[in-house]
């Protein structure tokens, strides 16, 4: 199995930025792509940004030229820069990881952590 902790959430003030990173830990063999999804309040999960192991992205249309997706495939981590954090910009973050083995491909995600953006 494969486990996924995330870190770096918080409470930032608009304008502000955070870094949140993911590591995922276990059975770690097989994984390829991993991402981040949130979930604000009376809204459904969404795709943030990802990131393939070869480093090709992709964004959001509300966060690009503001997020920054990158990843350390030794380590297995994956971060998310946040700049110019705006108000809609709050929720959960989860971080996201697909594993594949024997051409089987399973998702595992992260617990998830709270960003907060104030004004």
């Known amino acids: 199995q494969v486990q996924l902790m995330e870190s770096g959430g918080g409470l930032v003030q608009a304008g502000g930025s955070l870094r949140l990173s993911c590591a995922a830990s276990?059975?770690?063999?097989?994984?390829?792509?991993m991402g981040w999804y949130r979930q604000a309040p009376g809204k459904q999960r969404e795709l943030v940004a990802r990131i393939t192991p070869g480093g090709s992205r992709n964004y959001a249309d509300s966060v690009k030229g503001r997020f920054t997706i990158s990843r350390d495939n030794a380590e297995n981590t994956v971060y998310l820069q946040m700049n110019s954090l705006k108000l809609e910009d709050t929720a959960v973050y989860y971080c996201n990881a697909y594993k594949r083995i024997a051409g089987i491909d399973a998702p595992y995600w992260g617990q998830g952590t709270q960003v907060t953006v104030s004004s």
């Open positions: 276990g059975s770690i063999f097989g994984i390829y792509d």
